[in-house]
């Protein structure tokens, strides 16, 4: 709805701060909730802005403080700690302001003043007691006569209560202040006893299910100051006091320190009653190992515990009596002390003639030794375990009791009167409800005060999207560069705008398509926001002539960009963006400006969201938008994202191709077994509930694995393997998060990680990691790592660690890096007639990567690094297709390239060569593709020494093996003729020596009657892990399909079945297009014991994948194998004649193990 001028007019003048305006609006009665474009409401202006006294005006006429109309759902308490002002926070707070209310992003006023640096925000936020909150303590309850708190005392107890200040000066003058505390005298009394009461409430089980940790200590360290005021003369409080305060703030002659403050605070905190409390062990453990008399003190120790930071952060102006803000050596309440000069006088005096008279105050403190009030005695009594150990314990298992037994008369009732289990369900559900809002409550509450613990797992478990130096001690906090980044934030905003977006983004959109010839922009504003440096962390012990660090990055400003086209407005606001930026500043020269060029990449794909306006509104829709933000994210992923990277050079005449190649450390491999314990997220009327979960596997880069779905368990089995290239096995981690499969959003059931550089130099480590940030669970992954190496012998190797796991065939052996620098001379499009958009494929067997899309270009530069692990390097093809996207991705030409070829150079290195490009249909003239080859050896551990690579070698079935694949033909020569590509499969029998650590057979077999099947044949591997419990199929290809398609070739896929048992869990291999000789790798694996695996039949259907309306044929073979041979010390990879579909005359064949065994049918 469109604003009048009068609701306009308010809120401006709300947000200039025109007091009078406001009050004279008001009285002409606009309305005071009115909301602008964006939901802001004239209060949430003037808190955004800092005018406390238009605040106080609006909220006297009526302003709905907890309003959340806003786009982004923020209050004015959130606008009011986003901007610092305490004051007005204090205001909002007494009017009733929701201190756990969230914003859209699950953001409360305290983490959002935490978040921007607003300490003084946060620790009024956190310690806020409303007055309405008080007035329960003045009310009698059960059958007192009175209220444990004198009504009169609500103001200055509040004072007390609230306040961030914990010097025992300053919480004796507000005690001054506030007379009605201590007039008459039993008020005081009185206060003690409401303390008391409050501490109770606050930690003892019988009261509460919620502890407050930090209002407990608080509520104890004023009573504890109020009782010491109670044992002197409480007929002149006012004298009591003075000489207290006096010695507070009496320094000791040799180190000014505080003595009788110090021992004081000590005591306090250990005569606290409750020794279990968790916010007591730690102040003990922060002061116990600190000398008396040195530094930090208990009260800086304890200001930092309870509000998150001390009092020396802000030294500069606090009064060096009372630790008050705004005073520059004494407040205004300080100064009244009397005899404070007098004091300082005589120490000055006693300075002077050696204070040879007097006692020291550390004798007048108390009658008894020293001792008794040294902090290093405080110890923290053993828990006592039993059934009335304690009479808090007695009384809490009292409470248990009576709670179980209430609980079951009631559900004896229910059943009784024959009410319906509707109720009880309805009921169920409320409890459950509220019981997690009172979770969310408690942990967003605690969560601000817990940022400075020591304790890294305590932080993680609430802040776990707080900047990465609150948690790593070696990531440095940069708020000195997001202050310079703020004041030069409009400056930037100005350059980016005519220099960027105006000169030069404009004329490129233009040039792109005739379509977007008028394209401009109708509004570019940046907003006032700036991004945020939230952590950087720098190295400078890897390489001796380079400098990297790791920059967190968080946007979430206000910008606003609105783009015309054939006059349609879309526009885009509310960016938000966060990453991690990895910087490499190489190579440092000896010259200005002393680095020669800049690199910079994203460590994984940094997370982009926004919100679309005007015309772009059609597609903010939930798929249509997710699909966008996936494509982002992809064109993001390709440019900067590890491996690929952007170098920015300083220096004119220096070489920099070399720093846009990858150099990775090595390669980890993960395998994921399974889990146990987990959350059982889908909860069931009837059943006890289960999960359906799943794990995505990350480490640094864009690479992600997704393992299948386990349906119905806690206690998943995945026996999946994956593997990641590793950058840098210092900073990296892999990360383990675990979901369960819903149909509209995944529920998170843990995470967890485990770094790699612990890794490095060990043999495979099997362990169970307990999930994170959820009530339970835990996960067993086995992780390896692999160094990089150029030695050729170090394929044996893996030959032969390799094959000691179940999942042979896709274990990799080598690293192949593909840089593709640029191509030359592409042709035009011969259906448009115009400069192609390029872009390329790359292809090893079923691995693909594709690079950036160029607009009109006939010689793009890509600068793109594929990083693609080889099963078999010295069998397996390199293929690029260099394809035009505005021709429906037609192939303008293509290179092959066999492995071997990179493998058989001197260093395994092709280095920025031109390889001409073959054309599909018709040769290409003069079209080149510039490429840099490197291919690296995968070697157990972070070195192998060329000792122990001979030694393996000697192995002779590692060497036959390896030199018979050397001696097959290559992938180019073999494809192009089918019968010598099944003459050349020489029959393999290896038999490896055993050993204590391998002690399984690799059996390949082949059938000698294949060449004379008419359906052609597939190749299986059948293995059984005794460890495991599971069967494993591995589907790998098959050859001399027969075509059942009418006019190309079909589109074969395989289905796998296991049959009795298991026929409803079928297995499906993807779709191979436009082939009679696929290529799959595909494995499948079903869980059961080996007497139940024996009785089943494995099922193999060879399928046609055919269009929905297409008259072709579907079942291209089938075969049935009889698994009742199985053998778990053998694994058999072995070709089987397929057989005529849909025919009752199929055979049934026996597993093969070797030639004999190949023949058996029945």
Same mark, same amino acid.
């Given at each position: ?30 309305p ?40 982004q ?6 606008f ?12 909002l ?12 992003i ?19 936020i956190?310690n ?28 200055g ?41 409050i ?5 003892? #089980?019988?009261?509460?299910? !919620?502890?407050? *940790?930090t ?5 104890h ?14 007929? $002149?409080i ?10 507070f ?18 005591e ?13 062990q ?10 008396l ?12 515990t ?5 009092? !020396?952060?802000?030294?500069h ?14 407040c ?12 300082l ?36 009594? %053993? ?10 314990d ?5 409470k248990?009791?009576?709670e179980?037994?209430g ?8 059943g009784y009167?024959?009410f ?5 369900l309805?009921?169920?559900f409320?409890?459950l409800?509220r ?8 942990e ?8 400075? *613990?020591? %304790?890294?797992?305590y932080?993680?478990?609430r ?5 990465? @130096?609150?948690f790593? #001690?070696?990531?440095?906090?940069? !708020? ?9 934030? #409009? ?8 220099a ?32 945020r ?21 968080f946007?979430?400003g ?5 783009? $015309? ?8 606001k ?7 930026i ?22 994984r794909?940094?997370?982009?969201d ?22 982002i ?12 990277r952007?170098?920015f050079?300083?220096?004119? =005449?220096?070489?920099?191709?070399h ?22 997220a ?12 799943f794990?995505?596997?990350?480490a640094?880069?864009?690479? !992600? ?12 089995? @995945? ?8 950058e840098?096995s %210092? ?10 499969e819903d ?5 998170f ?16 480590v099997?362990? @169970? ?7 339970k ?18 394929? *044996? ?8 796991k ?7 052996k ?6 593709? =620098?640029?191509?030359?001379n ?13 872009f390329?494929?790359i ?5 693909e ?5 160029f ?14 692990l080889?099963s078999?390097?010295l ?16 192939i ?19 280095d ?8 599909v ?16 050896i995968?070697?157990?551990g ?21 030199k *018979? ?6 992938p180019?020569?073999?494809s192009?003729?089918p ?16 050993? #204590? ?41 098959c ?10 070739l ?5 289905r ?16 191979i297009?436009d082939?009679l000789?696929p ?21 193999i ?6 269009p ?20 778990? %010390? ?9 057989q ?14 070797d ?8």
């Amino acid at each position: 709805m469109a604003l009048d001028t009068g609701e306009k007019t308010i809120i401006n003048y709300a947000t200039e701060g025109s007091f009078e305006d406001v009050e004279h609006l008001l009285k002409n009665h606009v309305p005071v909730d009115v909301h602008d474009e964006h939901g802001m409401t004239p209060l949430q202006h003037a808190a955004f802005k800092g005018h406390a006294n238009i605040c106080s005006l609006l909220l006297a006429h009526g302003a709905n403080v907890n309003d959340h109309e806003h786009d982004q759902g923020y209050t004015a308490l959130m606008f009011a700690a986003l901007s610092g002002n305490r004051e007005v926070v204090r205001i909002l707070l007494e009017a009733g302001a929701k201190t756990h209310q969230t914003n859209r992003i699950g953001r409360t006023a305290s983490q959002l003043a935490a978040f921007t640096g607003q300490k003084q925000c946060v620790d009024t936020i956190n310690n806020y007691v409303t007055l309405e909150d008080l007035k329960y303590y003045t009310i009698p309850q059960g059958q007192e006569t009175e209220g444990k708190l004198p009504e009169s005392c609500m103001h200055g107890f509040q004072r007390l209560l609230i306040t961030i200040n914990f010097n025992p000066v300053h919480l004796l003058n507000i005690i001054c202040k506030y007379s009605e505390l201590y007039q008459p005298s039993s008020n005081l009394k009185r206060i003690s006893n409401t303390l008391s009461f409050i501490i109770e409430r606050s930690l003892d #089980p019988y009261h509460t299910n !919620e502890p407050n *940790d930090t209002l407990a200590i608080k509520s104890h360290y004023i009573k504890t100051l109020i009782d010491t005021l109670l044992e002197k003369n409480i007929d $002149n409080i006012e004298k009591v006091c003075n000489e207290l305060r006096k010695k507070f703030v009496h320094e000791n002659e040799n180190d000014n320190f505080r003595m009788y403050e110090e021992k004081f605070i000590r005591e306090t905190i250990r005569n606290f009653p409750y020794k279990q409390c968790p916010l007591l062990q730690q102040l003990v453990r922060l002061i116990a190992p600190i000398e008396l008399g040195q530094k930090p003190s208990a009260l800086s120790v304890l200001t930092t515990t309870l509000n998150g930071h001390a009092f !020396e952060d802000e030294t500069h102006n606090r009064c060096d009596a009372c630790s008050q803000l705004n005073a520059n050596r004494r407040c205004a309440a300080c100064k009244s002390i009397s005899n404070i000069m007098q004091n300082l006088v005589s120490n000055i005096k006693g300075k002077l003639v050696g204070n040879t008279t007097g006692t020291s105050p550390n004798e007048k403190l108390s009658p008894t030794s020293t001792e008794s009030y040294g902090f290093r005695q405080i110890h923290i009594p %053993e828990a006592k375990i039993g059934l009335g150990s304690t009479e808090a314990d007695l009384i809490y298992m009292v409470k248990k009791y009576l709670e179980i037994v209430g609980l079951i008369v009631i559900v004896w009732v229910v059943g009784y009167l024959r009410f319906s289990v509707s109720w009880i369900l309805l009921i169920v559900f409320i409890y459950l409800f509220r019981q997690r809002q009172r979770a969310l409550s408690k942990e967003r509450h605690k969560m601000i005060n817990e940022i400075n *613990d020591s %304790e890294e797992r305590y932080i993680k478990a609430r802040l776990d999207e707080l900047p990465s @130096w609150v948690f790593f #001690p070696d990531v440095e906090r940069a !708020e000195w560069l997001n202050r310079i980044i703020k004041q030069a934030w #409009p400056y930037a905003n100005k350059y980016l705008d005519k220099a960027i977006f105006h000169d030069v983004m404009i004329p490129m959109i233009r040039s792109t398509s005739p379509a977007l010839s008028d394209f401009s922009f109708d509004r570019l504003d940046l907003g006032e926001i700036p991004p945020r440096i939230g952590g950087v962390k720098v190295y400078t012990d890897n390489v001796r002539d380079q400098i990297m660090m790791d920059i967190e990055v968080f946007y979430a400003g206000d910008a606003r960009i609105k783009a $015309n086209v054939k006059g349609i407005v879309c526009g885009i606001k509310d960016i938000q963006f966060v990453g991690d930026i990895r910087i490499i500043l190489s190579p440092l020269i000896n010259t200005i400006p002393i680095v020669g060029a800049v690199t910079y990449f994203f460590l994984r794909k940094p997370s982009i969201d926004f919100k679309l306006t005007d015309a772009g509104t059609l597609v903010d829709i939930p798929g249509l938008n997710d699909l966008m933000l996936v494509q982002i994210n992809d064109i993001v992923a390709s440019m900067m994202v590890l491996p690929n990277r952007q170098v920015f050079p300083l220096v004119s =005449d220096l070489q920099i191709g070399h720093l846009r190649w990858s150099n990775p450390e090595g390669v980890v491999r993960v395998i994921v077994i399974k889990a146990k314990d987990l959350v059982k997220a889908d909860i069931q009327i009837l059943g006890q509930g289960k999960s359906d979960p799943f794990v995505k596997v990350k480490a640094q880069g864009n690479v !992600e694995y997704k393992t299948k779905t386990i349906n119905n368990t806690t206690t998943p089995q @995945w026996n999946e393997v994956f593997e990641f290239v590793v950058e840098q096995s %210092e900073s990296d981690a892999v990360e383990f998060e675990v979901y369960d499969e819903d149909p509209g959003k995944d529920d998170f059931l843990g995470r967890a990680q485990y770094p790699i550089n612990t890794l490095v130099g060990k043999e495979a480590v099997d362990t @169970w990691l307990t999930l994170q940030d959820v009530k339970k669970g835990s996960i067993n992954v086995c992780l390896q790592y692999f160094s990089l190496t150029t030695q050729k012998s170090a394929i *044996d190797i893996m030959e032969k660690v390799n094959s000691q796991k179940i999942k042979q065939e896709k274990l990799s052996k080598a690293l192949l890096i593909v840089f593709i =620098d640029r191509c030359t001379n592409l042709p035009s499009s011969k259906k448009t007639r115009r400069e192609p958009n390029p872009f390329c494929r790359i292809k090893v067997d079923s691995i693909e990567r594709k690079t950036q899309t160029f607009e009109n270009q006939t010689n793009p530069l890509f600068e793109h690094i594929s990083q693609i692990l080889c099963s078999n390097p010295l069998q397996q093809q390199l293929t690029i297709e260099v394809c035009d996207a505005r021709s429906n991705n037609d192939i303008i030409g293509i290179f092959q390239l066999p492995i071997k070829q990179i493998y058989d150079t001197d260093t395994m290195i092709i280095d920025s060569q031109a390889f001409p490009l073959k054309g599909v249909s018709e040769p290409l003239d003069n079209v080149s593709i510039i490429l840099r080859l490197t291919l690296n050896i995968l070697c157990p551990g972070r070195s192998s020494p060329l000792s122990e690579i001979s030694s393996i070698n000697s192995d002779s079935s590692v060497d036959n093996f390896t030199k *018979d694949s050397l001696n097959q033909a290559s992938p180019t020569d073999v494809s192009s003729n089918p019968l010598h590509q099944l003459s050349s499969s020489v029959p393999l029998t290896q038999s490896r020596k055993s050993s #204590p650590s391998d002690n399984k057979t690799l059996l390949i077999s082949d059938d000698p009657d294949l060449n004379s099947t008419p359906y052609g044949m597939i190749k299986l591997g059948i293995n059984y892990a005794i460890n495991r419990k599971s069967l494993s199929v591995t589907v790998y290809a098959c050859k001399n399909l027969i075509n059942v398609h009418r006019e190309n070739l079909p589109d074969p896929y395989v289905r796998v079945y296991l049959m009795p048992d298991f026929k409803k869990d079928k297995k499906k291999t993807k779709s191979i297009h436009d082939t009679l000789n696929p290529t799959y790798d595909d494995l499948f694996e079903w869980a059961a014991s080996l007497a139940d695996i024996r009785r089943q039949h494995l099922f193999i259907s060879l399928k046609n994948n055919s269009p929905l309306f297409k008259q072709e044929e579907t079942y291209m073979g089938e075969i049935e194998i009889n698994l009742s041979n199985l053998d778990p %010390e053998k694994t058999s990879i072995a070709w089987y004649a397929l057989q005529e579909p849909n025919t009752s005359a199929s055979g049934i064949m026996k597993i093969k193990y070797d030639t004999s065994d190949s023949k058996t049918q029945f």
